[in-house]
């Protein structure tokens, strides 16, 4: 048993030289020559070996390997020395020359030595040195001088005090095995321990496991472990029997003979000073004996003998009643003062009561008597299995026994909690407590977080603490643990000791040590004000980025719930809202301190002037303030120049000087940041003070992520309110909620979007799933997100954090797939023309520079009137179509065509053409911008000028152009744009922007097709516009550059590209490499990287336009360095070779790992612009802050330019902002070429940092597999991305194969190399291809990894897939998994290959682009749905009359009997007219034809596009095919009824009919309404016997939700048999099982020919055949009696049966109980050997012909006694519901009230009773209700109808009373009723009886019909309105809607339509809506407008609002009226 776990260092050595070690050597005269040199050699990873001197010469060692010889002999490693390295491992010695004389060298068996530290080392105490050991007075004595000396040093070794014993097998053989003793020499650190014994059992031991297969990671987990551990090499665990107590006996302990005999074998040894005689008593009460190793420790004022175990081989020891004697050596341990005794709990009963402990010393004849009377036992007492008990002097203890209770604090941060096995130590003056395992909290889970754990701990009094040592065994699921402190209380004398920890005990965070020593504060106020400047820290941490320069902030106090808000006139109080303007202060920096000025008027700043807080000039020094960040996140505002006074305001938000008792809240403020969630912003969502939610590798979120660049989001805006958030480190990867997840893995669809909830006391956010209303992103304990209801827990609250800060709307007027087309595009391909001029809403942010006049005075000018806009044409006129957009500070307008109805006379040569434009809402203007379209056939124009002049006022601004708008003449440009001119000069300047565009050099990539091109700046956009007029003679050619130019105004700096290429086939389409877009005149470029084909598919759909984004490129031959270097700046000097070829004409690149992180792509520059020139020193700035120490550096290019290759001499580094770093010159000399060397174009180079060993370079030999599919070969450019421990390899190029010239063939394996710097364990590899040329896939088996690291080693990655934009999932990318080989063999399955020929008929329509999909079914299964794909890019499928092959797989479905073929519902589709399938099975040669003939069409036939056929064999009929009708009964409930889309699978016992679609029912009117019945047909192969549906909607439109009573299905519409699936229950969000989808089994069938209610009563003649149909019933088991109970409207009938066989017929004429409504059935009666299954129960009456097949499908078990029911199914009538009863038991709240035993329940109504239901099967194990205590059982059951009493019964095992207050009875889904059945009183057990029965009647009943919906959402007055009228006028009508409330009326606003397509209403907060009134504008109508229907729908709450409109008119059927008002209908009221 481990004494202390104690943490575990390397000892390294400090910063010294290569060999710091230097020996004592003579000094020779100048002219002596060095014929011999001294030198010391050490053991690897060994501070205790002394060293071996030895004199090295050529007479002593003749070879090296002389010498590794002889060290092998004098220096113990197990393998010997095979290596001899430099101290830090730099360098290895390869010959004697080497060897320098006066050095040390350590001496190792591999190449990776572990370092030891020399110092320490050579001064090892010789052994007449050591002293006696220190006893715990003075070691506390001389620690405590330690730390006064600064001298203590945390990072120790492993210290073993008292030496343990363990016990070592060899994996899978138990006879090897050995025992050691852990001591401090071979406990240095683990790989030592693994070292030793690797040395004591002759193999190399890489693993230790427990006894159980446990991996033991560390020191401490060997520490905490039992007494056995499992030794291993790399092979895993094998299983076998390793008994510790078996082979238990230690082979030697110090001190300690063989074995530790009884007495009878003593044989005493006079004058040993350490000799005692030891005798143990073991109590005389019932189990007092134990069968575990029990030990003892001995405490002497000298020493401590360490855990001596106590054994014997004669009779078992420590039994009941016994007396065992030991003897034992302890040494000289000193006066003994204590003794712990102990066991290790193992064995069948542990547990052991010590009555008393004897000792006696054998050499002084001292004798101690110690009494126990205690519990040693984890289950009795106080759980402590070891005790310590005081020495006795004169009848006194020596010191007191004390009761220490430990506090645990666990820290706030998420997964901080653990479920590990925690253990302490805690150390004092006197000693120790020895490692206890903390047990027993006061709370009822321990470690959770943020929680403070209680444990008592007993021990003798330890005097004063100094230390704790706590650890965890690193078990259990969440076995990290954040440990904040422990605190300590000592009853004796009174102190509270406090040791701070406030780090992870965790092996994947920090230092990864799970074990932490803690010294004590030197005081308990120094520890309180560690704590708190901790704190403070964190928290400034954290709240800090607020006060950041430029930002813009709110303060809101949360004592008046108002915002500080300083006013012009200077006063200031704290009752602003949220939107009040001079509430926002911008943040300025002002010496030491911050000003907050106002944001409307800079000139005026918040100030402090004696105490109170006043608006003043910014430059004032009162205007100083220090900011203070409180623990709860709130701030206090200090004056700076006055300390002490702070801005305060009383509760009516006046100015105060004093806090007037509000306990400060006054003076503390939430500050708000304005912006966060801008688009674009980039943020983080903290989750505590150091954590963040983070996007993990596999999809997932974690609120415990690390807060950096991994946890950052971007923001993208979607509405007011509403965003999405993007991972920045995974593009294409958002936050979202769907189906109950919420990860990472959205795709930027609605379930992405997330409704921000800003909390104003807090600063903190909620994000709302804006698809699924009231789920929120949320935590659990261990930080993963789940959705959560808002229950007011804070495990939804996120405090975010911006880093980058985005634009509050999103700039220009394109590349936004919901704007107009117009508003980007060229002329050329407008879709559509402006009908008139209109203004578009604001969409761009305001220029950073005002307009002014010549006067310096503003203009606002008008921003919602009429203005006139006059165009003078030149010399040359033009017949085009002219548009104008116009462009200000809060929005564009635009496009706006000028136009009129004589177009012939517009825009003549030397006219001026005027027209009047209406422009809304978009500020001040700025630009214009105007052209035509190029279509009349005079398309030059000479434009002279533009003017706009604003009717009102008057004012005029000009726009002179004098411009050719040609393609012609002038810059080949047909529009232009022009600036707001002032003063003659234009505001902003235009700028001529040169395009250089990149085409690829893949085959194909060129294209004729027209290119397009938008740029988008800080200021708007320049507009779509056709790259003409390019610098090559043919644009757009392979592997060409062409240059472009633009003239618009200046866009500020550049932000993104849209490109838009317009192909009309294939063969068109383009490859674009990258844009760059330089300004002339500029030394900046921005660089736009495309990398792939235009159009491009995404999710189905194609697209022609791409947005890029920029990384702009600063073009400077030398480095300008800032005056002031930020921390984490670098010099990187980069040295290219001498020679004439060695310049590259490429853009090179840089990456960076460091301990952290690694950077992203670094654009160093490109060989165009001069840089990387033979023969030169490039110097550029980088930075590199927050990575870290860095390991290495990758350096490339990316091979573009006419001469890319580039050999690279040198790279070097230094760090700017430091003096003292040296610089680091890394030598690469090596060529960076595809045609040189190895042909890589990335080179990487280990960096040697500090202390630490530099990392090899490793050569990884890839093996490609290229599968043997038809058409697995490739030839595009293939790359792959190594992923390990250590980081990445980047993307490689796999460009030269070693073994064959042409790469990626069929079925060919090719070897490519990548070196790259160690990556350690490789776990993931990311291979892909550029595509090269449309639709080039590649089938690619396997890739396997092979390279030598300290050993040989292969990784196999499995793929077995396509990359392939046209097969399998469409992914040209594939991140592949390492595999163990022995689990790919386990993995692999049988799979099944077919060749599939699809015959199409003569009349068939040409194929459009839609998908067929094909699903096979089995004997064994189904396939997947099969795309049936073309075998090549541009092969045409399904063409008439064609015969077509593909090639499909799927896992081994049997022999096939049908298939489902199905095409994709698309709006053009005309159809397909299928004709027959054939498949061929390729292993097994099966071949199955399928008949078809038929058309997959929704214009034809029965208007399907899914269609199933059966397979055709000869000699067999074929299955037949059915045309189920499906009907759906919608209930009688408000709002049952839904407009959404519904969604069914049938599923039977040969197979489903996959989903389909209920679109057309063949009953007239609207699906799916109230109380309505709606049939559908769905064709399908026969399911035969059908077992369930799967049933849904999509939950789109108004009432999404719908209550479904059931569904039944006939084969046909001749069929008089149909299937029954109740429901009865709501598909909502909201309601009943609060889902969309739910699963319905069948509870049987019925005949429906059958007469009409039939009345089966005494007076009816017939009798009933029943058929009992169940599983075979075993001949030698007895028969099974079942009770079967017929109820009837009139009584009920029991039938007690006897069941023989597989199927039993009786026969009865069920008199006198009336109509039949339920049939139950109880038992078995007898005992059962084995389970019985009943399937089906066959009733059929001969006198009505009624009939119904009951499908019971249960079992009933052995020693169970069961009760189940199903409901009569009787034609023509619904049956009755089974519904689930909710029993809620409540036992009092009184002594003794609880029971234990059996109990059942029988719930009696008006409909009959439940039968005898046991309650949670009591019947078979015990139930317990517990004292005060409610018991929730639930019950399925017949609905009963109104209950009117239960009946309870119960027998109790221990003869025990029960007192019974309550039950209730729920019935939660019909009819929502609450059954109250009250007790309170004592219910008496009668010995009498074996059950006590109890009958309670009904006492309180509450009901409702209907459900009401809750609505746990504030609303915010967004309401959806759907509006369906006809015999609507044919002029557009303007009506008005006003919605009243119970709080009053909304705003007028206008009915967007009545052709029932929902719009928005926007109503406010006007309480709960009451009713509607339509309001109409202008004349009276000559006729109504007919009202079909009007639903409203809360968009927050989803509350749903209907209105009666039958025979309702708008305005009367006359016309005649203009108000109409109609009343809110409500389901509750």
């Not at 060095?34 to 050699?41: G, L």
């Amino acid at each position: 048993m481990s004494e202390t776990p104690s943490t575990n260092y390397s000892m390294l050595q400090p910063n010294s030289s290569e060999s710091e070690q230097t020996l004592s050597t003579r000094h020779f005269n100048v002219t002596e020559p060095v014929v011999a040199k001294r030198i010391c050699f050490y053991k690897s990873g060994d501070p205790q070996f002394n060293g071996i001197k030895m004199v090295i010469n050529n007479r002593s060692f003749k070879t090296f390997d002389a010498l590794l010889d002889n060290l092998s002999k004098r220096v113990p490693i197990p393998f010997g020395v095979r290596n001899i390295s430099t101290p830090r491992g730099i360098h290895s010695i390869t010959n004697l020359e080497d060897l320098e004389d006066g050095k040390s060298y350590i001496c190792s068996h591999q190449k990776k030595i572990k370092p030891i530290n020399l110092e320490r080392a050579s001064k090892k105490p010789l052994p007449w040195q050591i002293s006696r050991p220190v006893s715990a007075h003075r070691r506390a004595v001389r620690l405590a001088r330690e730390k006064e000396d600064g001298i203590v040093q945390e990072d120790r070794a492993v210290k073993i005090r008292s030496p343990k014993k363990l016990l070592v097998f060899k994996n899978g053989d138990i006879r090897n095995r050995c025992t050691i003793v852990l001591d401090k020499k071979h406990m240095q650190n683990f790989e030592t321990f693994l070292d030793y014994i690797s040395e004591l059992m002759q193999y190399p031991v890489v693993k230790l496991y427990t006894t159980d297969g446990r991996k033991v990671p560390s020191l401490q987990s060997l520490i905490l472990c039992s007494g056995a551990i499992v030794a291993a090499g790399r092979e895993p665990f094998k299983p076998g029997n390793y008994d510790p107590h078996r082979y238990s006996l230690p082979a030697k302990l110090p001190g300690l003979s063989n074995r530790v005999y009884p007495k009878a074998n003593d044989k005493s040894e006079s004058g040993n000073t350490g000799k005692w005689k030891v005798s143990l008593l073991t109590s005389d009460i019932p189990s007092a004996g134990t069968s575990s190793q029990v030990y003892i420790i001995l405490y002497g004022d000298y020493n401590n003998s360490g855990p001596i175990f106590l054994y014997g081989e004669e009779r078992e020891l420590f039994q009941k009643g016994n007396e065992d004697i030991f003897t034992i050596d302890t040494g000289d341990i000193g006066e003994l003062y204590k003794i712990r005794i102990g066991h290790n709990n193992s064995g069948e009963s542990p547990s052991w009561h010590c009555e008393e402990v004897q000792l006696q010393n054998l050499f002084s004849g001292e004798q101690f008597a110690l009494p126990t009377h205690r519990w040693l036992a984890q289950d009795k007492d106080d759980g402590e299995i070891c005790r310590e008990l005081p020495v006795l002097r004169r009848g006194q203890p020596v010191l007191p026994v004390t009761v220490y209770e430990v506090h645990v604090t666990t820290g706030e941060l998420w997964n901080a909690g653990t479920e590990a096995d925690v253990y302490i130590c805690i150390h004092g003056e006197e000693g120790d407590t020895g490692s206890r395992q903390l047990l027993k909290s006061k709370n009822p889970r321990k470690f959770l977080k943020g929680q403070t754990d209680i444990f008592q701990l007993e021990a003798v009094h330890l005097g004063n603490l100094y230390k704790i040592v706590i650890g965890h065994n690193g078990l259990g699921s969440g076995n990290g643990w954040f440990l904040e402190k422990i605190a300590v209380k000592d009853p004796v004398i009174d102190m509270d000791y406090s040791f701070l920890c406030h780090r992870w005990l965790d092996q994947g965070e920090e230092d990864g040590k799970i074990v932490r020593e803690l010294n004590l504060a030197d005081t308990t106020t120094f520890s309180a004000g560690q704590e708190l400047e901790l704190k403070k820290a964190e928290h400034w941490a954290a709240e800090g980025w607020k006060f950041q320069k430029g930002n813009t902030l709110q303060f809101y106090s949360r004592l008046t719930r108002g915002f500080i808000r300083l006013s012009p006139d200077g006063t200031v109080d704290a009752l602003g809202d949220k939107k009040d303007k001079y509430g926002l202060f911008d943040v300025t920096f002002k010496r030491n301190a911050r000003v907050f000025k106002s944001h409307l008027m800079p000139h005026l700043a918040l100030a402090l002037d004696n105490g109170f807080v006043i608006g003043k000039d910014s430059e004032d020094t009162l205007c100083e303030l220090q900011v203070h960040v409180q623990p709860n996140r709130c701030t206090i505002l200090e004056s700076a120049r006055n300390p002490g006074h702070t801005i305060t305001f009383t509760l009516q938000g006046k100015v105060a000087k004093d806090t007037i008792g509000y306990a400060e809240l006054s003076k503390e403020f939430v500050v708000h940041v304005k912006g966060v969630f801008h688009s674009g912003a980039i943020i983080l969502l903290t989750t505590s003070l150091c954590q963040a939610l983070c996007l993990m590798p596999d999809g997932s979120c974690s609120g415990a992520g690390k807060q950096s660049e991994e946890s950052y989001w971007k923001v993208h805006k979607i509405s007011s309110g509403v965003c999405m958030i993007e991972s920045l480190k995974n593009p294409r990867m958002y936050l979202k909620i769907k189906n109950g997840e919420c990860n990472g893995t959205g795709t930027g669809d609605v379930y992405c979007h997330f409704k921000t909830e800003k909390n104003l006391e807090s600063g903190s956010v909620s994000l709302e799933s804006v698809q699924n209303r009231g789920m929120y992103v949320g935590l659990q304990p261990d930080g993963q997100t789940k959705p959560v209801v808002h229950t007011g827990d804070r495990n939804i609250v996120f405090y975010p954090r911006v880093i980058k800060f985005g634009r509050e709307k999103p700039m220009g007027t394109s590349a936004t797939p919901n704007q107009q087309k117009g508003d980007t595009r060229e002329f050329e391909h407008h879709l559509e023309k402006a009908q008139k001029p209109v203004a578009q809403s604001p969409s761009i942010s305001p220029p950073t520079k005002e307009m002014k006049n010549t006067h310096g005075t503003k203009y606002p000018l008008p921003s919602d009137d009429e203005w006139k806009v006059s165009v003078l044409t030149g010399n040359a006129g033009t017949h085009a179509n002219v548009t104008l957009w116009i462009y200000g500070d809060k929005g564009v307008a635009g496009p706006i065509t000028l136009g009129k109805d004589n177009r012939e006379q517009l825009f003549l040569p030397r006219k001026e053409d005027e027209f009047q434009v209406e422009i809304k809402n978009i500020g001040e203007f700025y630009k214009i911008r105007i052209g035509h379209d190029g279509t009349s056939e005079c398309p030059e124009w000479k434009l002279e000028k533009v003017t706009l002049q604003h009717i009102k006022s008057r004012r005029t601004l000009h726009f002179p152009a004098n411009k050719w708008l040609s393609r012609s003449r002038g810059d080949g440009d047909i529009i232009c744009e022009l600036p707001v001119e002032e003063a003659g000069k234009p505001i902003y300047p235009i700028v001529r922007y040169h395009i250089y565009v990149y085409t690829g050099h893949l085959e194909q990539a060129g294209t004729d097709s027209p290119i397009y091109l938008c740029i988008y700046g800080k200021r708007g956009d320049s507009g779509l516009r056709l790259l003409h007029k390019s610098d090559m003679p043919v644009k757009f050619q392979r592997g060409m550059v062409d240059r472009f130019e633009i003239e618009a105004v200046s866009l500020g700096k550049l932000q993104k590209v849209l490109l838009h290429c317009k192909a009309s086939n294939k063969a068109q389409y383009w490859y674009c490499e990258k844009v760059i877009i330089r300004k002339a005149g500029k030394d900046s470029e921005y660089i736009f990287n495309c990398e792939r084909w235009l159009p491009f598919m995404s999710q189905e759909i194609i697209h022609s336009e791409i947005e890029l984004y920029s990384e702009e490129l600063q073009i400077n031959h030398h480095l300008k360095m800032q005056d002031e270097a930020n921390e984490g700046d670098w010099k990187i000097t980069v040295v290219t070779g001498g020679f004439q070829t060695a310049g590259t004409t490429a853009t090179v690149s840089l990456y960076a790992y460091g301990e952290n992180k690694s950077s992203g792509p670094i654009i160093l520059g490109s060989g165009k612009h001069q840089l990387f020139n033979p023969n030169s020193a490039d110097t550029f700035k980088i930075s590199l802050k927050g990575l870290g120490q860095l390991y290495k550096i990758r350096i490339g290019h990316d091979n573009s330019g006419n001469d890319p290759s580039w050999y690279l001499e040198e790279v070097r580094l230094e760090r700017i902002a430091s003096t003292s770093d040296r610089e680091i010159s890394l030598a690469v000399d090596c060529w960076l070429a595809e045609d040189q060397d190895d042909g890589d174009t990335w080179t990487e180079i280990a960096i040697g940092m500090s202390e630490k060993e530099i990392l090899p370079m490793v050569v990884y030999e890839l093996h490609v597999y290229t599968g043997s599919k038809l058409g697995a070969k490739a030839n595009s450019n293939v790359y792959a991305t190594l992923i390990g421990t250590r980081g990445d390899s980047g993307k490689r190029k796999l460009h030269q194969s070693k073994n064959n010239n042409i790469k990626f063939q069929h079925g060919q394996v090719d070897i490519f190399i990548i070196k790259a710097v160690s990556l350690r364990d490789l776990k993931k590899l990311v291979i892909s291809h550029d595509g090269t040329g449309p639709g080039n896939g590649w089938f690619l088996e396997k890739v396997v990894v092979k390279f030598k690291e300290d050993d040989d080693q292969e990784i196999m990655f499995p793929c077995n897939r396509w990359l392939d934009e046209y097969q399998d999932d469409g992914k040209t990318e594939r991140e592949l998994i390492a595999k163990k080989k022995d689990n790919l063999q386990k993995a692999s399955t049988k799979a099944q290959q077919w060749r599939v020929h699809v015959k199409t008929a003569r009349d068939s329509p040409t194929p459009q682009k839609c998908r067929r999909t094909l699903v096979i079914y089995g004997s064994k299964g189904k396939s997947g749905s099969l795309l049936l794909s073309p075998p090549s890019p541009g092969y045409v499928c399904f063409l008439p009359r064609a015969t077509d092959e593909f090639l499909v797989e799927t896992e081994d479905v049997g022999d096939v009997y049908k298939i489902r073929v199905s095409c994709d519902i698309l709006p053009d589709f005309e159809g397909w007219h299928l004709k027959s399938f054939h498949m061929q099975e390729l292993h097994t040669k099966q071949e199955v034809n399928f008949d078809c003939n038929c058309w997959l069409s929704i214009n034809k036939e029965d208007q399907e596009l899914v269609k199933e056929f059966p397979a055709v064999h000869e000699n067999q009929r074929p299955l037949p095919v059915h045309k189920y009708i499906v009907s759906i009964h919608i209930g009688d409930h408000w709002g049952s009824e839904t407009f959404a889309n519904v969604y069914i699978t049938l599923y039977g016992k040969r197979g489903d009919t996959g989903v389909r679609k209920l679109h057309e029912s063949l009953v007239k009117g609207g699906p799916f309404q109230r109380n309505k019945i709606d049939s559908f047909l769905i064709e399908a192969v026969s399911l035969s016997h059908l077992q369930k549906v799967v049933v849904g909607h999509d939950g789109e439109g108004y009432g999404a939700g719908m209550y479904l009573k059931m569904i039944t299905i006939k084969e046909s519409e001749d069929s008089d048999e149909e299937w029954i699936f109740p429901c009865w229950n709501w598909l909502d969000t909201h309601l009943g099982i609060c889902e969309t989808v739910c699963e319905i089994t069948t509870i049987g069938k019925r005949l429906i020919s059958s007469p009409k209610l039939p009345q089966i009563n005494m007076q009816s003649s017939g009798l009933w055949k029943m058929d009992i149909i169940g599983s075979d019933v075993n001949t030698e088991m007895d028969s099974i009696h079942l009770s079967f109970i017929f109820y009837g409207d009139l009584n009920h009938k029991e039938l007690a049966l006897q069941i023989t066989g597989k199927a039993t017929q009786i026969k009865d004429e069920l008199l006198e109980i009336g109509s039949i409504y339920k049939i139950q059935v109880t038992g078995p009666h007898t005992n059962l050997s084995q389970p019985w299954h009943l399937d089906l129960l066959h009733m059929k009456h001969t006198g009505t012909n009624q009939e119904m097949w009951l499908a019971f499908d249960c079992s009933f078990n052995p020693n169970e006694d069961k009760c189940v029911e199903l409901p009569a199914l009787c034609a023509h009538q619904d049956p009755l519901p089974v519904v689930e009863y909710s029993i809620h038991v409540h036992t009092g709240d009184i002594k003794k009230a609880d029971m234990s035993g059996e109990a059942y329940l029988c719930i009696q109504g008006e409909r009959g009773d439940s039968g005898k239901r046991w309650l949670k099967n009591s019947r078979s194990r015990p139930i317990t209700f517990a004292r005060g205590q409610v018991d929730i059982f639930r019950i399925k059951a017949v609905h009963l109808g109104k209950l009117n009493q239960v009946l309870i019964g119960f027998k109790s095992f221990k003869k025990d009373d029960w007192f019974l207050e309550k039950i209730v009875i729920k019935e939660e889904s019909y009819p929502f009723a609450t059954h109250i059945f009250s007790h309170n009183n004592w219910i008496r057990k009668h010995s009498k009886k074996d059950f006590t029965e109890l009958v309670i009647p009904l006492k309180e009943i509450t009901m409702t019909s209907d459900p009401v919906k809750y609505f746990d959402t504030k609303s915010r007055g967004r309401w959806q309105m759907w509006v369906y009228c006809t015999h609507v006028p044919e002029k557009v009508l303007n009506i008005q809607v006003v919605v009243f409330g119970t709080k009053g009326k909304s705003a007028s606003q206008k009915v967007q339509n009545l052709k029932n397509n929902p719009f928005l209403l926007t109503v406010d907060d006007i309480g709960s809506v009451t009713k509607v009134s339509f309001v109409l504008s202008g004349p009276s109508l000559e006729r109504g407008i007919k009202l079909h229907k009007l639903r409203l729908k809360d968009l927050d709450t989803k509350q749903e609002l209907g209105f009666y409109s039958a025979d309702q008119w708008l305005f009367k059927e006359d016309g005649s009226e203009t108000v109409t008002e109609l009343a809110a209908v409500r389901p509750d009221k």
